[in-house]
């Protein structure tokens, strides 16, 4: 299995413009999540999807940030206008159904730069 | 979910075991403790979970005090590959939305 996929690995942009990030989760898991991780802060939970569905978006700084799952094997996350204080890395980890979905596994994240 | 206290950094000789204590005093009953830990510019990798019984697997073993208020992750034979943040994190097995909460972990180096 290729693991989580996302896609770029690395964004340099400048403030104001629209960023998007993409995640591919493992293919079969039904949990979507996004961190987000800096230096001040850590690795924070952004928002989760369950099949598909947003369930907890409570961790989204603010209404510049919104993330999509159309369907079961893409994600994205767009920030719109962005600032530079979005500048981190940004994980996406899946988790599969059953017993096994306490397992998060993360892909190797999108490190954002912000200008 | 309860909340856990880790050292900031340890040190630890290549070959040899490395100890990572955590301690959940406010941990419930239903609650497990899990290990993740992240190398260097890499996404966090889960390593082990447990409830109440010691557990082990190809990566660590997990050891967890009879009142369950603190727990040991072991690596025992640390490599250099193991330099890495380690994070306990404490929640309920099958908890509301799958929730991780990462707190600052331990910096794990390993020395040759």
């Known amino acids: 299995d290729a693991g989580v996929i996302q896609s770029p690995r690395h964004e340099v942009t400048e403030m104001g413009q629209e960023v998007t990030l993409r995640c591919k989760p493992i293919s079969g898991h039904d949990y979507l999540f996004w961190y987000r991780q800096t230096m001040m802060r850590g690795l924070e939970l952004l928002i989760y999807?369950?099949?598909?569905?947003?369930?907890?978006d409570s961790g989204m700084p603010e209404d510049r940030f919104s993330a999509k799952m159309p369907n079961a094997s893409f994600s994205t996350l767009k920030i719109q206008p962005s600032e530079p204080r979005d500048s981190a890395v940004y994980f996406c980890a899946s988790s599969p159904p059953g017993l096994a979905r306490e397992t998060q596994y993360f892909g190797p994240g999108t490190r954002l730069l912000v200008l | 979910d309860a909340k856990t206290t880790q050292p900031p950094s340890m040190d630890c000789a290549e070959g040899r075991a490395a100890n990572l204590p955590c301690n959940h005093s406010t941990i419930s009953g239903n609650e497990y403790v899990y290990w993740y830990r992240q190398i260097h510019s890499q996404g966090p990798q889960y390593i082990i979970h447990g409830l109440k019984n010691n557990e082990t697997n190809e990566m660590a073993s997990l050891i967890i005090t009879e009142d369950r208020k603190s727990s040991t992750l072991i690596l025992p034979h640390a490599t250099l590959r193991d330099t890495a943040v380690y994070y306990c994190?404490?929640?309920?097995?099958?908890?509301?939305?799958?929730?991780?909460?990462f707190g600052a972990g331990t910096i794990l180096r390993v020395k040759s």
């Open positions: 994190i404490v929640r309920a097995y099958g908890g509301y939305g799958n929730k991780l909460v």
């Open positions: 999807f369950n099949n598909n569905v947003p369930i907890d």
